[in-house]
């Protein structure tokens, strides 16, 4: 299982999951599902939240400790 702080980089940035879908080119309920940690996003699609958050990607998603 993947968590992420998606939810948490958003608030800093002052982004609605709206405003963070429209710059990774995504539904708003792909952003919702992603920080209900129900989706786990592609490669590509991680890597393009990261860089919005200008962060690396293991900053956002996060392994749980047995994986």
Not at 22 to 42: D, F, H, L
């Amino acid at each position: 299982m993947m968590k992420n702080n998606i939810k948490i980089e958003r608030a800093i940035k002052g982004l609605t999951q709206e405003d963070l879908a429209n710059k990774v080119s995504v539904s708003r309920q792909t952003i919702n599902a992603m920080e209900a940690n129900k989706y786990v996003p592609s490669t590509v699609l991680a890597l393009k939240i990261a860089r919005v958050f200008g962060k690396p990607v293991e900053e956002i998603f996060i392994l749980e400790k047995n994986d």
